[in-house]
């Protein structure tokens, strides 16, 4: 499988696959399950399991150490999360990124992110110190050219945002969309650093605005930065 991408999938899952990938000390401990949906969550994240691709149930059990049962269980989450399609008696077929779900998944990322927006600004002081701790490990990552961490770094700032509305099915579901957003995938940003100085430069104007007395002027900011986030996607149809 390579090397897992530990960026975007949200900390355990990424630990998980990990352990899987490495077949860790421990590993045994884990549910079946838990182990099958990581380590193929993970691949088709980092795109080793491309759209398009039929996963077999007894491959991934002989790839993951486990019976067919998990394996199944497993597909069925995957199933529900929108990136594999089961095909009775013939596996998981690994659902390609359609321009459609493009729009459906940034549409909705703008939705949750602006009604966070609003909801946060009564409280925005207590985040300003953990926005700028974010900002400060991007600008960090950037110097040492490691996208990975610099996208890890950028994920977390926008979930603290959303995590401090309050509402933890949406941001259980704003966490679903970015998941979708990291195998839609944003090619050149390792070579194209320029588009990292761009993104800190949008996430410390969006600090600076949690300072001051406008919200209409966070909540426009926040929709900038997704519409920028929207360019590039589609910039790689």
Do not use: C
């Not at 399991?49 to 149930?57: K, R």
């Not at 992110?113 to 490990?137: C, N, S, T, Y």
């Amino acid at each position: 499988m390579g090397e897992v991408v530990s960026f975007e999938l949200g900390e355990e899952t990424a630990e998980i696959a990990r352990v899987v990938v490495e077949a860790a000390p421990g590993v045994e401990k884990i549910p079946a399950a838990e182990r099958v949906y990581a380590y193929v969550k993970a691949a088709i994240l980092d795109r080793t399991y491309p759209g398009g691709e039929l996963l077999t149930e007894g491959e991934l059990a002989a790839a993951v150490g486990v019976s067919r049962t998990p394996v199944r269980e497993a597909l069925l989450r995957l199933e529900e999360s929108g990136l594999v399609k089961l095909y009775p008696k013939k596996g998981a077929l690994v659902l390609p990124v359609l321009p459609q779900e493009i729009d459906d998944v940034l549409e909705a990322r703008e939705l949750i992110e602006v009604h966070a927006a609003a909801k946060v600004w009564p409280r925005r002081k207590r985040l300003i110190e953990e926005l700028g701790q974010r900002v400060d490990e991007m600008r960090a990552h950037r110097k040492a050219g490691d996208a990975k961490l610099f996208l890890e770094a950028d994920r977390a700032f926008h979930e603290a945002i959303v995590g401090a509305a309050g509402n933890q099915i949406l941001a259980k579901l704003y966490n679903s969309l970015r998941d979708r957003q990291v195998r839609m995938g944003v090619p050149g940003i390792e070579v194209q650093p320029a588009r990292m100085d761009k993104s800190i430069t949008a996430h410390q104007e969006m600090i600076d605005a949690l300072g001051g007395n406008s919200v209409k002027r966070f909540r426009e900011l926040v929709v900038a930065h997704i519409d920028s986030a929207a360019a590039d996607l589609r910039g790689t149809r």
